[in-house]
């Protein structure tokens, strides 16, 4: 039984008493019109601007553009999966959106520990989403990490 307990806990992630301001977590990756489809139909935002390329030829983005949450999903994509990773329970976030994401962007998600709360295991994180260098998603995160 001890072996399945030791198997567990090589899923989790980043121990509190680990952790230090300054360090981040990161991923990047590549919108798809797949993506962008798949996020219209789990979440049932059909919104002209991310479906229909005549409609949002007309807007003010030109054409097409993802889903703002689906940027700010790739946050959660480190949270839960890089850095502090799995095990840890994001608790807020805040998120201003402030450019458009197009088919075939990149998208580089980065979480940076800005403040830690050892009474409450606690981390506060700055977060940002950019295309190319350029800010498309930015805010601030509190996630609960596990103690040793």
Do not use: W
């Not at 003010?60 to 949270?79: K, Q, Y």
């Not at 295309?131 to 103690?147: C, F, Q, Y």
């Amino acid at each position: 039984m001890s072996d399945q307990n030791n198997s567990f806990e090589e899923f989790y992630g980043s121990k509190f008493e680990d952790l230090q301001v300054g360090q981040s977590g990161v991923y990047a990756r590549t919108v798809t019109e797949a993506d962008i489809l798949a996020f219209a139909g789990v979440t049932g935002d059909f919104n002209p601007v991310h479906v229909n390329e005549e409609l949002a030829a007309a807007s003010m983005f030109g054409g097409r553009i993802a889903h703002g949450m689906l940027s700010a999903g790739f946050i959660s994509t480190v949270f839960g999966t890089k850095f502090p990773g799995p095990g840890c329970i994001y608790l807020s976030q805040t998120l201003k959106f402030k450019a458009p994401v197009k088919i075939g962007d990149t998208v580089v998600a980065r979480c940076t520990i800005k403040e830690l709360t050892p009474e409450k295991r606690k981390a506060k994180f700055d977060t940002v989403c950019t295309v190319r260098g350029k800010v498309v998603v930015e805010g601030e995160a509190d996630i609960m990490v596990p103690a040793r």
